[in-house]
T-cell receptor
Framework: ETGVTQSPTHLIKTRGQQVTLRCSSQ?????VSWYQQALGQGPQFIFQ???????GRGNFPPRFSGLQFPNYSSELNVNALELDDSALYLC?????????????????FGNGTRLTVT | GQQLNQSPQSMFIQEGEDVSMNCTSS?????WLWYKQDPGEGPVLLIA???AGELTSNGRLTAQFGITRKDSFLNISASIPSDVGIYFC??????????WGAGTKLIIKP
């Protein structure tokens, strides 16, 4: 069983640039969630994708967007990067009937992408 | 963003000691989760709690779901060096979202 894999592991970008982060779900999983984890903090929910559509979103601006592909892999795109976007970005997958609920489908996390914005 | 209140922020312990940490919220949760995160890795689920008053164990780890549904506790007995890391509590906020605490960092004194 292949776990959740994320790429790249580290990335340095300049303020105002755009970035794309990638995630391959654990085999057999159909739902992908993205979380932002600032240094010394717990993860913050960005959004979840099920059947290639966003079916839940946290308190993040529209410049954070995503995609889910037919093979359940996913991308997180961030436009117009700001210094505060520097964080560890975590991808998590699960198998959920109808895209939820989380109660019945534990999240499996990847090791994250460390993004630094200068 | 929304966050659970987790304490202590960090703990310095001797190998072999027991450890206790807790998590509180102003809101009711129907599911509490405890995760551990090692440096350079993503969080790994340790224990899931689904019912108020529930006490669940996973090896040396024991967690409890508070009766009010606004808190949870995690205990680690007879700590060993590999217990070092950051422990997070999380509550399921909706069908798709977890709300997390800021973590408790466990450090073993040499």
């Amino acid at each position: 069983e292949t776990g959740v894999t994320q790429s790249p592991t580290h990335l340095i970008k300049t303020r105002g640039q755009q970035v794309t982060l990638r995630c391959s779900s654990q085999s057999g999983h159909n739902t992908v969630s993205w979380y932002q984890q600032a240094l010394g903090q717990g993860p913050q929910f960005i959004f979840q994708y099920y059947r290639e559509e966003e079916n839940g979103r946290g308190n993040f601006p529209p410049r954070f967007s995503g995609l889910q592909f037919p093979n359940y892999s996913s991308e997180l795109n961030v436009n117009a990067l700001e210094l505060d976007d520097s964080a560890l970005y975590l991808c998590a997958s699960s198998w959920a009937e109808g895209g939820g609920p989380l109660r019945n489908s534990p999240l499996h996390f990847g090791n994250g992408t460390r993004l630094t914005v200068t | 963003g929304q966050q659970l209140n987790q304490s202590p922020q960090s703990m310095f312990i001797q190998e072999g000691e027991d450890v206790s940490m807790n998590c509180t919220s102003s809101s009711i949760f129907n599911t509490w989760l405890w995760y551990k995160q090692d440096p350079g890795e993503g969080p790994v689920l340790l224990i899931a709690l689904y019912k108020a008053g529930e006490l669940t164990s996973n090896g040396r780890l024991t967690a409890q779901f508070g009766i009010t549904r606004k808190d949870s506790f995690l205990n680690i007995s007879a700590s060993i060096p590999s217990d070092v890391g950051i422990y997070f509590c999380a509550g399921i906020y909706s069908n798709y979202q977890l709300i997390w605490g800021a973590g408790t960092k466990l450090i073993i004194k040499p």
